[in-house]
């Protein structure tokens, strides 16, 4: 299906909200139980929660979900929401009388976009996503474009609609790279090589009303069905944002919070028979990860549709003789 749950045990689950002053939501990203995971904050303006608990060097390894918000640092109250979800079905790390789960999460800046600042996801909608994400199954397809955190996302110092896109690569040996994206640059995206400002396109429309755009973030997370210790999801999390670069121009700029999140489900090992095979089993699979980042985000900028709401009009972007 092209799309990062192409990698076995990994949903998807999305949430929104839109009209009435809202134009945001929530989007979360369950593992299969026991998935590592690591992450690479590299934006200027990151908004955050838990990201510091994927260090190698931290006690514990795995993670529950990943929570992927509109609602800027408010937002982060949705990965609340979906940790209570984990506690209930006894997803986290094991403590006297419960479960403690690891729920990451990192947001997008996309207030008031919908005309009320205040319409912002919380608890419930981060409970909400990840339940939407445990009942879509294994190999569910992959909703893009407008929904989820990607509902009030915008690109190109919001002259476009920006949102969500996913991608995914197949390798010899039965591993699977995918990623999704939430795409809320400050940049443009590039396409063949050709900068997104300069290709052919529409225009916002005479007369629109665009709120300043100082505010941004992509946000990514790579799955891959590979055996991966904390180490290596992190240097793989660092690989994805070659691929941000590659697909945004600029990227991670001062205004943007640009964050790649990395699991890994531990169902297909890699070959480690000497040190030489180590080392391109593991460049192999994170240039496939940058490569995967990158389609992502391109997906996520063309399966946009435009929205026009009482802040302002985001036309979507089509290539010319579309």
Not at 37 to 57: I, K, M
Not at 114 to 137: C, E, I, L, N, T
């Amino acid at each position: 299906m092209n799309s990062i749950t192409d990698v076995a045990g990994i949903r998807v689950g999305h949430v929104q909200r839109m009209g009435e002053g809202w134009l945001s939501g929530v989007t979360v990203v369950l593992p299969p139980v026991g998935a590592v995971g690591s992450v690479d904050v590299r934006g200027g303006g990151p908004g955050t929660h838990e990201t510091d608990a994927l260090d190698p060097t931290t006690l514990v390894s795995t993670v529950d979900a990943v929570v992927l918000t509109g609602g800027s640092a408010f937002g982060l109250a949705s990965a609340s929401g979906a940790q209570l979800w984990c506690e209930e079905q006894g997803r986290g790390f094991a403590v006297p009388g419960t479960v403690v789960p690891i729920v990451p999460a990192a947001a997008i800046f996309d207030l008031g976009r919908g005309g009320d600042v205040k319409a912002r996801p919380g608890a419930d909608m981060g409970y909400q996503a990840a339940a939407a994400a445990f009942a879509s199954g294994d190999h569910a397809a992959v909703e893009r474009g407008n929904v989820g955190a990607g509902t009030g996302a915008v690109v190109a110092r919001g002259q476009y609609k920006g949102g969500i896109g996913t991608s995914s690569i197949t390798l010899d040996g039965g591993v699977t790279v995918g990623a999704i994206a939430v795409v809320n640059a400050l940049g443009a995206p590039v396409f063949k090589d050709a900068a997104f400002k300069d290709a052919a396109g529409p225009q916002p429309s005479a007369g629109s009303v665009l709120p300043p755009q100082g505010l941004n973030t992509t946000l990514v997370v790579i799955a891959t069905n590979a055996v991966l210790d904390v180490a290596e999801c992190k240097r793989t999390a660092s690989a994805g944002h070659a691929g941000l670069a590659r697909a945004l121009d600029p990227s991670h700029t001062l205004a943007d919070g640009d964050t790649v999140f990395a699991l890994a489900t531990g169902a297909v090992g890699l070959d480690r028979s000497t040190e030489q095979a180590r080392q391109v089993s593991l460049i192999t699979l994170q240039s496939a990860a940058a490569e995967a980042v990158r389609l992502a985000i391109l997906d996520g900028v063309l399966a946009a549709e435009s929205v026009s709401t009482a802040a302002g009009d985001y036309p979507a972007y089509r290539p010319a003789g579309e």
